[in-house]
C-alpha cells in the first residue's frame, strides 16, 4: 500500500536558520505529493503541492522538489522565522482519492 | 479563497451518545473527505465520498460510522455510539477532482468522556 515517512520531529532552529524536513513516499502509480502545515490551534492548510517528477512546489519561501528517483520530497527554507513554528505534514494522494499523511515533524523556531 | 467550514468546533458527549458532525465543502467541489486525528498521532483517513456514495473508506471507519449529504450544500459524519478512543480532532476536506489537492475545515474537536 502507500505509505509516506517524514523525519521524525521534533525541530528546534534558531532564526533564520535552514530548513530541512526529509519526506519519502512509497505508492503504486505516481501520487501528487502536498506539504500541510498545523499552526497552534489551527486546522491543516496546504503548504506546496507538486504533481509530476520534477515538479518544484514552493509557496511562502518554502520549496519541495519531487524527485521519483529517490521516492522523495524534502521540504526546505532558507531563513525559517518564528512565525514558522508549526507541525509540517507530508503527504500523497493517488488516483484512489484518499490522501496518505505522514506522523508530522514539529517545528519551533526560537529568535 | 473559499473555505470549507466546520461546525461545531468543539464537541463533548458522554459514551455511547451519537454525535454528528457537520461540514460544509467548497460549493463547486466533487469529493468529500473526512480525516481523524487522535491527539500527537497522525492524520489518518476515515472515508471519502463521491456522487453521493463512499467511493473508499478505512479499518476505522466501522459500522459505528456513517456519512451524509442530506441536501446540496453539506456533508456530516455520524458517529452512533461514542467510544472514549473516538476523542480526536476530525477534519472534513473536499477537492474539485481525486488526484487535486484537499482543501481542510479547521477541525471540530471530539471529546468523549
New interface residues.
Given amino acids: 500500500g502507500n505509505s509516506v515517512t517524514q523525519m521524525e520531529g521534533p525541530v528546534t532552529l534558531s532564526e533564520e536558520a535552514f530548513l530541512t524536513i526529509n519526506c519519502t513516499y512509497t505508492a503504486t502509480g505516481y501520487p501528487?505529493l502536498?506539504w500541510?502545515v498545523q499552526y497552534p490551534g489551527?486546522?491543516?492548510?496546504?503548504l506546496l503541492?507538486a504533481?509530476k517528477a520534477d515538479d518544484k512546489g514552493s509557496n511562502k519561501g518554502f520549496e519541495a522538489t519531487y524527485r521519483k528517483e529517490t521516492t522523495s520530497f524534502h521540504l526546505e527554507k532558507g531563513s525559517v522565522q518564528v512565525s514558522d513554528s508549526a507541525v509540517y505534514?507530508c503527504?500523497s494522494?493517488?488516483?484512489?482519492?484518499?490522501?496518505?499523511?505522514?506522523?508530522?515533524t514539529t517545528l519551533t523556531v526560537k529568535p | 479563497e473559499p473555505e470549507v467550514t466546520q461546525t461545531p468546533s468543539h464537541q463533548v458527549t458522554q459514551m455511547g451518545q451519537e454525535v454528528i458532525l457537520r461540514c460544509v465543502p467548497i460549493s463547486n467541489h466533487l469529493?468529500f473527505?473526512w480525516?481523524r486525528q487522535i491527539l500527537g498521532?497522525?492524520?489518518?483517513?476515515l472515508v471519502?465520498f463521491?456522487n453521493n456514495e463512499i467511493?473508499?473508506k478505512?479499518e476505522i471507519f466501522d459500522d459505528q460510522f456513517s456519512v451524509e449529504r442530506p441536501d446540496g450544500s453539506n456533508f456530516t459524519l455520524k458517529i452512533r455510539s461514542t467510544k472514549l478512543e473516538d476523542s480526536a480532532?476530525y477534519?472534513c476536506a473536499s477537492?474539485v477532482n481525486?488526484?487535486?489537492?484537499?482543501?481542510?475545515?479547521?477541525?471540530t474537536q471530539l471529546s468523549v468522556l
Avoid: C, I, R, W
Fill in positions: 501528487s502536498f500541510y489551527e486546522g491543516l492548510q496546504l503541492k504533481t505534514f503527504a494522494n493517488t488516483n484512489a482519492g484518499k490522501s496518505t499523511f505522514g506522523d508530522g | 469529493y473527505y480525516y498521532q497522525k492524520v489518518e483517513f471519502s463521491y467511493s473508499e478505512s480532532m477534519f477537492s481525486s488526484d487535486e489537492k484537499l482543501f481542510f475545515g479547521s477541525g
